[in-house]
T-cell receptor, first 115, second 112 residues
Framework: AAGVIQSPRHLIKEKRETATLKCYPI?????VYWYQQGPGQDPQFLIS???????DKGSIPDRFSAQQFSDYHSELNMSSLELGDSALYFC??????????????FGDGTRLSIL | KQEVTQIPAALSVPEGENLVLNCSFT??????LQWFRQDPGKGLTSLLL?????REQTSGRLNASLDKSSGRSTLYIAASQPGDSATYLC???????????FGTGTLLAVQP
């Protein structure tokens, strides 16, 4: 079965650079979520989109922005990167929103390292 | 503020043993609770989702229960295998925040 696809798998950047992470949800899934998982930490919710509109917002820095496109894929844009942004970034997708009791399915993540 | 706690933080058992992982949450106004496993450096694999109106869900050797009023869930793994070794995370959706909030996980090691 098709899963959530994230690209790239690994990304190395320097401080103050920009990065774009991409997420392709499971076909027919209309909701996308972004999470950040620091070393030894549990995943922290950043932002979500339902039917191409932002639906919820978590602890996402102002330096980050995201959007969901007409084909339902999503991109997380990160600017002025800081050392503390080094983490594993997950995208998840679901059919409907969390309150519809549909499970979130996660991609394998993008490991972002800031030098 | 919703807080999710998992006990124990780490667990080591011999192969074949049955085991229980615990998850507790402070705000009982949730829509659902989801259990995941995470292998080192990998993504999260969804294991089970229990809706707030349900008491338990089963999938193969896994059984998850939910007691919403007391803010507790358990994940029961029967006849554990070395391949079950991973970090198990529970996450709740709903409450005061309409987001999936994770516990800190239980690191399980099943010894052959």
């Amino acid at each position: 079965a098709a899963g959530v696809i994230q690209s790239p798998r690994h990304l190395i950047k320097e401080k103050r650079e920009t990065a774009t992470l991409k997420c392709y949800p499971i076909p027919r899934h209309d909701t996308v979520y972004w999470y950040q998982q620091g070393p030894g930490q549990d995943p922290q919710f950043l932002i979500s989109f339902y039917e191409k509109m932002q639906s919820d917002k978590g602890s996402i820095p102002d330096r980050f922005s995201a959007q969901q496109f007409s084909d339902y894929h999503s991109e997380l844009n990160m600017s002025s990167l800081e050392l503390g942004d080094s983490a594993l970034y997950f995208c998840a997708s679901s059919l409907g929103q969390g309150r519809d009791n549909q499970p979130q399915h996660f991609g394998d993540g993008t490991r972002l390292s800031i030098l | 503020k919703q807080e999710v706690t998992q006990i124990p933080a780490a667990l080591s058992v011999p192969e074949g043993e049955n085991l229980v992982l615990n998850c507790s949450f402070t705000d009982s106004a949730i829509y659902n609770l989801q259990w995941f496993r995470q292998d080192p450096g990998k993504g999260l694999t969804s294991l089970l989702l229990i809706q707030s109106s349900q008491r338990e869900q089963t999938s193969g050797r896994l059984n998850a229960s939910l007691d919403k009023s007391s803010g507790r869930s358990t994940l029961y793994i029967a006849a554990s295998q070395p391949g079950d070794s991973a970090t198990y995370l529970c996450a709740v959706y709903g409450g005061a925040t309409n987001k999936l909030i994770f516990g800190t996980g239980t690191l399980l090691a099943v010894q052959p």
